[in-house]
């Protein structure tokens, strides 16, 4: 579990991780290959030719035997220094055995040389040989870089040169293979906003375009049924607003006013129903563009005929210099505020706006809604049994039509208790 969390989530990622894994893994035996085994093997053989050559200088002085060597020509040809301490100038030290190359020449040393001898490093970047003889000491100084190769830098630092291009080139190949199964993600997350998807393109490799024009398919034919159902429910609530007017004149001949208040009452609110059906059928064709700033947009609907009369008061938490979609914006807090004002006798919109978000709570003192219902009264046509209009006129579009008008852009509507007694409407839209 704790390494599924360190994995990558995205595709990018982990089509990343699949193809650089088997890249980095290579590097790094390739690397193991070469200190364990190559550069070791070479060590080797340079610390023989070194032990070789400090035997064939070594051996006279072991054995008694003449010398018959030029000192100059040894260091001309070997660049090998020697010289013979007396015992009474020898200065006592200690091998200094730290590296691989070291070890490998002291290795090779014990194997040509009987005689005790310590290693060590001078300042000056030179290996000192001391060898004891029977009363003396045989000193030769040589350069370290007779017993180790210099490249090894060389190589790790084009290991990692190549390991990084090969890293660049998959990572750019693998972008850009991502890109159109990203831009379908995106544009499928639009369409099932509401919004329209104009610029989608179909690219990529075979299967991302296959998948993008099925994409395109479906969005044809859910376009196709939506604006069906769109056209079917305006077409039907527009034809009935003929006979409405018609019955509202018939009933201004009536002498019985009892009779004729509850007839045009009955009129009234079936000519609201269809107000709101309309509304309801135009969310995808009335989005315009223009902006206004929220608070300015919320004080004009406040001081709005319709409005005016009732107790809404405007509480501002925080203020930003903020502009919204006009039409979606008034149109959602009208909807609110046309339900709050059926049910309850005071409102308060708490205004909290940030540069990141623009957040309005509607709180009111009426009789809310139960927990079990909050989540289905934003479904189309849905009415609560013991509902909030339970004697006033409800078609069951008020909160439908408001979400589906936020999510146009990409706001949020949620249902919670208020502290005034009633219900608490909150709406969030991302700046």
Not at 306 to 318: C, T
Not at 374 to 380: G, H, L, R, T, Y
Not at 393 to 418: Q, V
Request: aromatic residues 8%; without cysteine; proline residues 3%.
């Amino acid at each position: 579990m704790l390494l599924k969390k360190l994995l990558p989530t995205s595709l990018l990622g982990r089509t990343a991780l699949i193809v650089l894994f088997p890249i980095v893994m290579f590097q790094l035996i390739i690397l193991s290959y070469y200190y364990n085994s190559l550069w070791e093997r070479t060590l080797n053989r340079l610390s023989r030719s070194v032990a070789m050559e400090i035997q064939l200088i070594a051996e006279p002085f072991i054995f008694k035997e003449e010398v018959k060597f030029d000192i100059e020509r040894i260091e001309e040809i070997f660049l090998i220094k020697y010289q013979i301490i007396k015992e009474s100038n020898y200065i006592e030290t200690k091998s200094d055995i730290n590296n691989l190359a070291f070890k490998s020449f002291d290795k090779e040393l014990k194997v040509r040389i009987k005689n005790p001898f310590t290693l060590t490093k001078d300042d000056e970047d030179n290996v000192k040989v001391l060898i004891k003889l029977k009363n003396e000491y045989l000193e030769i100084l040589l350069p370290y870089s007779r017993i180790t190769t210099s490249r090894n830098h060389i190589v790790f630092g084009w290991q990692i040169i190549s390991s990084f291009i090969l890293v660049l080139i998959a990572y750019l190949f693998l972008k850009n293979q991502v890109k159109p199964i990203t831009n379908l993600a995106k544009a499928a997350e639009q369409f099932g906003k509401g919004q329209e998807v104009n610029d989608f393109k179909i690219s990529g490799a075979l299967e991302v375009r296959q998948a993008g024009q099925e994409f395109l398919k479906m969005k044809e034919r859910i376009s196709k049924q939506i604006e069906q159902r769109s056209l079917m429910l305006a077409g039907v609530s527009h034809d009935l607003k003929t006979p409405l007017t018609r019955m509202k004149l018939i009933l201004e001949s009536l002498k019985e006013q009892n009779i004729k208040d509850n007839l045009n009452e009955e009129v009234d609110q079936m000519n609201d129903m269809l107000v709101e059906y309309l509304d309801f059928a135009a969310i995808n064709e009335s989005e315009n563009r223009s902006i206004v700033n929220p608070i300015e947009a919320l004080k004009k609907i406040q001081n709005d005929i319709h409005f005016k009369g009732h107790n809404i008061k405007i509480v501002i938490a925080n203020d930003s210099s903020i502009e919204i979609n006009e039409n979606i914006f008034v149109r959602s807090i009208t909807n609110i505020l046309n339900n709050a004002i059926r049910v309850s006798t005071e409102i308060q919109v708490v205004v909290d706006i940030t540069n990141e978000l623009i957040k309005f709570s509607i709180h009111d003192n009426g009789p809310g809604i139960p927990d079990h219902e909050k989540a289905n009264v934003f479904k189309p046509f849905y009415r609560i049994d013991k509902s909030r209009n339970q004697n006033t006129f409800n078609s069951g579009l008020g909160l439908a039509t408001t979400k589906a008008l936020l999510s146009t852009i990409n706001g949020k509507i949620s249902l919670h208790d208020s502290y005034m007694g009633g219900l608490e409407v909150i709406i969030e839209i991302p700046n």
